[in-house]
């Protein structure tokens, strides 16, 4: 039986309307109406979560919201903060310098109302603002301006300029420090260790949930992880193809209510359940 599903938001959750579209809201929330659990788990700061966790009525439900890739896990119902992993302010510095070292790239960092950048125009700033409902904060030094230990470090360059430099931007620093891509323009850093399966392994032992119980749909590299973990793990019709090799289901894509059309079948929900 099935008690947690776990979700990644983007590419996965979220069509490209930025949405949940009504059929996926209506099958979630039919399946949180026979107690199933659900897990939104994203690379989105935790402010990014919010707008989800409404139209799914979390709240009510006692989902979990696990934002910074794994790197916080919150109680929606009672927003207590179960676990959180931040990157030690010292080497937080240390790496935002060692950044510097490509002008191209974009650092961005959060402290859960504002992103710290030097120029608001670099690549992806105004996306993640938007859609992580945090403000823009222009700071002539990222590393100085770093005074509390942020959960996550994020990197942002056009596909062509990030990739090359992958190897460059994590040099120094694995043995302290998490790196995953969560998208062709994002490269994550967070605290050794912290990932979503992480995430859902602290979920696990407090709720006493087995990996058989747990359903997972994701679309990216950072979704790998998670899929392997779970039971019967779900990858997008847009995923890619690594995801789509280890998945049990390939289900239909992001824009075509995938999530809706597995969770209908596996749980056989009716006409009256989903408009209820």
């Not at 608001?120 to 509390?148: C, F, G, Y």
């Not at 992880?225 to 793990?233: D, P, R, S, T, V």
Request: hydrophobic share 40%; aromatic share 6%; charged share 25%.
């Amino acid at each position: 039986m099935i008690k947690l599903i776990t979700l990644d938001i983007d590419g996965t959750l979220d069509n490209d309307e930025r949405t949940i579209s009504p059929r996926t809201q209506a099958a979630l929330r039919a399946v949180e109406e026979k107690g199933v659990r659900l897990m939104l788990c994203s690379g989105r700061q935790a402010p990014g979560l919010r707008h989800e966790a409404e139209l799914l009525k979390l709240a009510s439900y006692h989902g979990l919201l696990a934002s910074y890739n794994g790197g916080r896990i919150q109680e929606a119902t009672t927003g207590e903060i179960l676990f959180d992993s931040s990157i030690e302010n010292g080497l937080a510095r240390r790496f935002l310098r060692h950044l510097e070292q490509w002008p191209e790239l974009s650092p961005i960092v959060d402290d859960g109302e504002s992103i710290y950048t030097t120029d608001e125009n670099r690549h992806k700033v105004h996306d993640e603002s938007r859609n992580n409902n945090l403000k823009i904060k222009i700071v002539p030094d990222i590393a100085a301006a770093v005074t509390w230990r942020p959960v996550k470090i994020l990197t942002a360059a056009p596909e062509g300029i990030l990739v090359p430099h992958l190897a460059d931007i994590r040099e120094g620093f694995e043995d302290e420090l998490s790196f995953v891509q969560s998208a062709p323009w994002f490269y994550e850093a967070t605290v050794k260790g912290v990932a979503k399966e992480s995430a859902i392994r602290q979920v696990m032992e407090k709720f006493d949930i087995k990996a058989e119980e747990i359903m997972a749909f994701g679309d990216a590299q950072n979704d790998m992880g998670m899929l392997e973990l779970a039971g019967y793990a779900v990858a997008m019709g847009n995923a890619i193809p690594e995801l789509k090799q280890m998945a049990d289901e390939v289900t239909l894509s992001h824009n075509s209510d995938g999530i809706a059309a597995t969770l209908e079948r596996y749980f056989q929900l009716d006409e009256k359940q989903l408009k209820s």
